[in-house]
């Protein structure tokens, strides 16, 4: 029992800061812009921490199921996290693109942020990677076909149809992921793994530890319960802070975004040095249609249950910036192998999304 504490630390300090959050909530905005800014940030800190150890569990089961099971699990744990605080952050009457900009974000941290860092990294250290060619054009026309019909062609919906479209959008992603799964787990499984030639490698001293199966489960949901807990204080204070600060309205769907993605970050990067390739385009592009294709009808369930509808159309900078990320990556990831100069091509394009966000665009 001591050592599942002593391995459960971050998880344990988020049920302390949640403990702690929840009867200083009025409090905390009671003392000033400032202070409810910081506390903000440090329930953000809180719930990567919760975040952290529900992706390290969801790894653990991936380990058990192998690809492509593996990183379905990985993506849909990390998608649940990401939809548990959105949703609990637009019943705090958020702002309309909140959702918009959260799933933006999230396609730009994911394609550009973690598939570039990792082909740049994995590149400099093992020159040309290769990958399974059919997982990444899988990804890649599921992707630009669920943005544009959840955050392009809403643009030119006339607002007395909305309820109409939300439900269409809603059957489209639901027909969409269906589709998905079944080729992913089904006859097409193949496009979304690799074989990787086998390397020599020193076995570790001892069995390996075994996997309680139920007890990851256990972990991963009551982590996801105290991740919604930390999310409620966490959205008041946080917008209460950056009320006065100036700071652009986007930041906080970036925030949204990074927690959901943290986990994901470390496991591609990890993945990358280790020169596992298909890895990483299986958790980058798997997250991002994830993302676009599960949250977005589950959101828009949520406006039609409120009858309050969100704002999905991308601006024109953010239907560019989509734009230009699919194409080249859609050019970059079509030979098989990745290098350190496709990886920088996606991390430019990361860099210029956080520049055009700090000037609000």
């Not at 639901?174 to 097409?188: C, K, W």
């Not at 972990?219 to 008041?236: C, D, P, Q, R, W």
């Not at 930041?251 to 020169?275: K, Q, Y």
């Not at 999905?312 to 734009?323: D, F, H, K, R, S």
């Amino acid at each position: 029992m001591l050592a599942l504490l002593n391995q459960e630390k971050p998880l344990l300090l988020a049920v302390v800061m949640a403990m702690l959050a929840w009867p200083l909530e009025h409090w905390l905005l009671g003392q000033g812009h400032g202070i409810a800014l910081i506390a903000g940030f440090v329930l953000v800190g809180a719930i990567v921490c919760a975040s952290m150890r529900v992706a390290q569990h969801a790894e653990r089961l991936a380990e058990i199921v192998g690809d492509p099971y593996g990183t379905m699990i990985l993506t849909l744990s990390a998608v649940m996290v990401e939809v548990v605080i959105l949703a609990i952050m637009m019943s705090n009457e958020a702002s309309a693109t909140l959702v918009r900009d959260t799933i933006y974000s999230a396609v730009m941290l994911d394609i550009n942020g973690i598939l570039g860092l990792a082909a740049l990294m994995g590149g400099l250290k093992h020159g040309e990677q290769s990958y399974n060619d059919d997982s990444a054009r899988t990804y890649s026309v599921m992707i630009m076909t669920a943005m544009g019909v959840s955050m392009v062609v809403p643009e030119f919906i006339p607002q007395q149809h909305w309820r109409l479209y939300s439900v269409f959008t809603i059957g489209a992603m639901v027909v969409l992921y269906t589709l998905f799964l079944r080729m992913q787990v089904g006859p097409h499984s193949y496009f979304f793994s690799y074989s990787y030639p086998q390397k020599k490698r020193r076995e570790p001293a001892g069995t390996p530890e075994p996997v309680n199966k139920m007890q990851s489960i256990a972990i991963l949901v009551f982590g996801v319960v105290i991740i919604g807990l930390l999310a409620e204080v966490m959205s008041t204070t946080l917008d209460y802070g950056l009320e006065a600060s100036g700071a652009p309205p986007v930041l906080t769907a970036i925030v949204v975004a990074t927690i959901s993605a943290a986990p994901e970050i470390l496991t591609a990067l990890r993945a990358a040095l280790a020169n596992r390739m298909q890895s990483v385009v299986n958790i980058a592009l798997g997250a991002s249609l994830s993302t676009v294709i599960l949250t977005v009808p589950l959101m828009e369930a949520m406006a039609l249950y409120t009858g309050q509808p969100f704002q999905m159309a991308m601006t024109p900078v953010q239907t560019v910036m989509i734009a230009i990320t699919l194409i080249v990556s859609a050019i970059n990831l079509n030979d098989g192998e990745t290098n350190a100069i496709e990886g920088m091509t996606h991390f430019v394009l990361f860099a210029t999304f956080i520049m055009l966000a700090f000037m609000g665009l």
